[in-house]
């Protein structure tokens, strides 16, 4: 993976560069003036923090249309998560297709490329995130949960649920509800 960073012009930015790279643990094969190659792909937070340690010595990543763009991705992802006022009626590819105005699959590929991991994980992963919430601010039964979340039936629910967590949203619950009850006797 190319990173490009702005003012890198010495041998001397040059080795500040690898030793924040060293000190981040983001493994590369070269540092160039004004580029990284690295090794593997770097996540999108590694590369924020990269340019928070170079900005105060001069240097800072530039901005990659890719990075942007998955950024966009998330973005919307989260937003269709939390829009909970209506039953989506569209594919998750649909809608980010005609959100980001872009051919759903350069935004998989995209997508994979960057983070490493698919946009249906990811969205899977966001809408657990969700739904543990739900489970612990709400006192919404699994259906109504499920109805917030659009999934196809309690079921479904449940299986990605445990898939993701290892517990049923029952069980979750539960394991809420006992620490909740330890802490108020601690008090």
Known sequence: MKILVKNMV?????????????ELNIQYDYVELGEIETSGIVPVEKLKLLDQHLRPLGLEVRENKKFALVEKIKASINE???????????????????TLHYNSTYLSNLFSE?????????????????VKELLINEKLNLKEISYLTNYSSVAHLSYQFKKMTGFAPSEF???????????????
Request: with cysteine; glycine share 2%.
């Open 80 to 98: 269709l998560v939390h829009c909970s006022d209506e039953q989506v009626k569209i594919t998750l590819s649909e809608y980010l297709s005609r």
């Open 114 to 130: 960057v983070t490493g991991i698919s946009i249906e994980k990811y969205f899977i992963a966001k809408k657990i995130e969700h």
């Open 10 to 22: 010495s041998t001397r930015c040059i080795m500040v560069v690898k030793a924040t790279l060293e």
């Open 173 to 187: 619950r539960m394991m809420l509800s006992k620490d909740d009850m330890a802490l108020q006797r601690a008090y």
